[in-house]
């Protein structure tokens, strides 16, 4: 009996004290959206599925993980950024300068990458599955190292 409860309290406790999951600080999220500017923000994790986010000043922000499906990326400025996991699919990244930004594993599927600027930028493990790729530091290949 005592086993038992010793056994369900060991199994619930890790439940009631573990730590809700970082997500976005919505007070920079509403930043970006209202003003453009978003500098060293935190946007891990944010939900900017087809956000218009032309020209954005998003340098050094944090946008690990975040959903950028569709987004309009154009002439936005992630200088340094780090996107490490985020999804791309289908975004639209023209005259971007992502150059110094952590790249690694990003979701580039289907998007759409014009004279952008990838300088220093770490880009480890990228799905450019059907990317148009223009005049831009990224290469399509198979990914294997030799």
């Known amino acids: 009996m005592k086993f038992k409860f010793l056994a369900t309290l060991g199994l619930l406790i890790p439940l009631v004290i573990t730590n809700p999951v970082k997500a976005e600080n919505p007070a920079h999220v509403e930043q970006l959206l209202n003003t453009g500017e978003c500098f060293r923000c935190d946007l891990s994790g944010a939900n900017l599925n087809d956000a218009h986010l032309i020209g954005t000043d998003l340098r050094e922000a944090n946008l690990e993980g975040a959903n950028l499906i569709g987004a309009n990326l154009e002439g936005a400025d992630l200088t340094g950024a780090n996107l490490e996991g ?37 880009m480890v493990g990228l799905d450019l599955t059907n990317a148009q790729i223009f005049n831009t530091g990224i290469a399509v290949g198979d990914g294997s190292e030799e």
């Open 86 to 122: 985020a999804d791309l699919t289908g975004a639209f990244v023209t005259n971007a300068t992502l150059n110094y930004a952590n790249l690694d594993g990003v979701n580039f599927t289907a998007a759409t990458i014009y004279d952008a600027e990838v300088a220093g930028a770490s």
